[in-house]
């Protein structure tokens, strides 16, 4: 007991304390979740050789003060402990260094940069373990304490301090990626080890080193180590802040990397009903699935039912991609397990490439955004920017400019997607859709632009020049000749509520000389939610001049089917993500032959949109669709190749 109490003994106290500060450190770490593994390999190791480094030195610092243990312990043995513990505490800077290439996920690339950056620390073991050959650079006196030889000895803080110097270059250049928090605790941790380097030469006590060295390994395991602000605890996958922190590292490197995103429908909805427990299950098993297809510690998840994996050195179009996410495609088609019962989860994957199409961690966010609307429309092949035919995507001010200068400026044609009919054998109708081609960005989809002339109003003038444009080809191509009974025109809700929408409407036909029966007015599902008493009057007056209307987009909305049996709809289109996604699973394909019959049981047709297999085109016609469209069948085409179109197949 003496051993401990005795003033004299600090250096046992000291040692002792920073053994219960690093075991405190592995409890700590070995209770919380990880996530960065190649962070946390280089971790557990600065904690093992901070443990060893301890023992060692206790070993010796007892052994000079205790006769039994000197009995017990030759001194040559204790000397090459003395000599192991002296590698332990130049191992310790280069481990420290790698932690924090680690935290900012940099990797030598080159076998010369990995040589370079070993290098400081091969010349400080060879010192070390010089001894046993000469004592040149120090040697071990009675108690076998060190006495370095100055200045050879010496070097070996050189080379410590070089680690140091680079490591206060690498908290400079990546300031900005870390909260102040973790800024002042890798800092501290450097500024620990650092002094207690001058320390240890002053007091000839390594002790103090080994006390500093754990007081930096605590606080690390409390910051860097410290999932909760970098951890999904429900997933076990990164967080949006981790995913931030990766972008801004990588992009500061300069590294070429692609994030596949992985939007899952409805999945928020599905988690929102269940207990934690039961939700953090489920996402554990879709992230314990993916993390397999990206390297440790590149899986992310975002409360918004996306994954995200980064995948470093491959661009978009890159064959890694598809086949990864053929891949993914694959295990979504079977079922996963929620709540012991197996359900059915649809994927929709897009892809972004750094730096090539996005340079900045703000443009990721302004891509991310337009991304994931594009993504609840989209056919769940591989979205990439170019998909959203912008070479970098626009913010909606950039997309307000050219919309409101569209029809000024020519920008708008009218595209016709032929509908085949299987009970005629032939196209009976085609669908009107609006196309808008920019000189510099190209072809715009209709999902970027149409919701911005909502905002700004020129929507207005959008609808009257589709539907000039389709009643002027009716008129002036006797497309009614060739078999083609009507053209359906979409209408938007802000057109509806216009009270002089169906003046405007029957004008146009007029003007054209085109029969109502000619055009029919799409809406969509959600519209029967908003219907107001002028969109009733309107709707209602162009139904008895003789126009028909149909329902767009239908089985994605949330529709009391009551009302909508109430409305006077001629059509029931099937969206394509119903048709497509019946085709991936069974549970699927009952809800399309439930809609079926349910818009067969209210008298109605059926078109059924996105058909773009011989066997989705089989199967929707054995069911009871009146109409089919889709690439199969045709694509959206100008006027003159729909014109030509009808008469080589109408004929």
């Known amino acids: ?385 170019a998909d959203l035919n912008l070479k970098y995507v626009e913010h909606d001010k950039k997309i307000d400019g050219i919309v409101k200068r569209a029809l000024e400026d020519g920008l708008l044609d009218v595209y016709y997607q032929p509908i085949y009919s299987p009970s005629e054998g032939k196209y009976t109708s085609c669908e009107a859709l609006v196309r808008l081609k920019d000189p510099k960005l190209g072809f715009i989809s209709p999902a970027a632009f149409m919701p911005v002339a909502e905002k700004n109003g020129t929507v207005l003038d959008i609808d009257r020049f589709v539907l000039d444009s389709v009643c002027e080809m009716i008129s002036t191509t006797g497309i009614t000749d060739y078999g083609v009974e009507y053209v359906e025109v979409n209408l938007s809700i802000v057109d509806c509520i216009q009270a002089n929408m169906a003046d405007n409407v029957l004008n146009t036909l007029k003007k054209y000389n085109v029969q109502a029966k000619n055009i029919n007015l799409e809406i969509t599902e959600t519209w029967e939610k908003d219907i107001t008493e002028v969109m009733d009057t309107n709707i209602g007056r162009l139904i008895r001049a003789g126009i028909s209307f149909s329902m767009d987009d239908f089985g994605t909305g949330y529709s009391n089917l009551s009302r909508i049996a109430l409305l006077p709809l001629k059509l029931f289109k099937l969206d394509k993500s119903i048709v497509q996604s019946a085709f991936e699973s069974e549970t699927s394909y009952m809800v399309m032959i439930n809609l079926i019959k349910i818009i067969k049981s209210l008298g109605k047709e059926i078109v059924a949109e996105g058909v773009e297999t011989a066997e989705q085109a089989g199967q929707v016609i054995r069911l009871g669709c009146d109409h089919i469209q889709g690439f199969f069948y045709a694509r959206p085409m100008t006027k003159e190749h729909f014109i030509e179109f009808i008469k080589e197949h109408n004929s």
């Not at 901070?50 to 017990?72: C, E, P, T, Y």
């Not at 304490?145 to 990546?174: E, H, M, P, S």
């Not at 302004?366 to 920017?385: F, G, P, S």
Request: proline fraction near 3%; aromatic fraction near 14%; hydrophobic fraction near 45%.
């Open 1 to 385: 007991m003496n051993l401990l109490t005795n003033p004299q003994n600090y250096e046992i106290c000291f040692t002792i304390c920073s053994l219960m500060v690093l075991f405190v450190t592995v409890f700590v770490h070995a209770t919380e979740e990880h996530y960065y593994s190649r962070q946390n390999d280089i971790f557990g190791g600065l904690v093992f050789n901070a443990i060893l480094m301890n023992v060692l030195g206790l070993v010796h610092k007892v052994w000079i003060q205790s006769d039994f243990v000197r009995n017990s312990i030759s001194y040559q043995a204790v000397c090459v402990l003395g000599m192991l513990e002296k590698a332990c505490i130049y191992v310790m800077p280069l481990l420290s260094m790698l932690y924090c290439m680690a935290i900012f996920h940099i990797e030598p690339s080159t076998i010369w940069k990995k040589a370079i950056l070993f290098l400081p620390t091969v010349y400080s073991l060879m010192v070390v373990f010089s001894v046993i050959f000469t004592d040149y650079f120090y040697y071990f006196d009675q108690n076998a304490d060190t006495k370095y030889r100055y200045f050879q000895g010496a070097t070996v803080n050189v080379n410590v301090w070089l680690y140091l110097v680079f490591a206060a270059y690498l908290i400079f250049r990546y300031l900005k990626t870390l909260s102040s928090e973790k800024t002042i605790a890798l800092v501290i941790y450097f500024f620990l080890m650092a002094a207690g380097i001058p320390i240890r030469i002053l007091t000839k006590s390594s002790s103090i080193f080994e006390f500093s060295v754990s007081i930096a390994l605590l606080l690390c395991v409390y910051t860097f180590q410290n999932p909760g602000e970098f951890v999904d605890r429900t997933s076990g996958a990164g967080t949006k802040k981790a995913l931030d922190f990766t972008i801004s590292t990588y992009l500061l490197q300069k590294k070429s990397f692609t994030i596949l995103g992985i939007y899952i429908d409805k999945l928020d909805v599905i988690l929102s009903e269940e207990t934690a427990e039961t939700a953090s299950e489920l996402l554990r098993q879709i992230a314990d699935y993916l993390r397999k297809m990206c390297t440790d510690g590149s899986l992310f998840y975002s409360s918004d039912s996306t994954f995200a994996l980064v995948i470093p050195n491959v661009r978009p179009e890159d064959v890694i991609i598809e086949k990864t996410t053929d891949q993914i495609k694959k295990r979504f088609k079977d079922s996963w397990n929620l709540r012991n019962t197996e359900i059915k989860l649809f994927q929709s994957p897009c892809a972004i490439g750094f730096p090539d199409e996005v340079d900045s961690l703000e443009r990721f966010n302004e891509v991310r955004t337009v991304m994931k609307k594009a993504l609840l429309r989209h056919n769940r092949d591989v979205l990439r920017i």
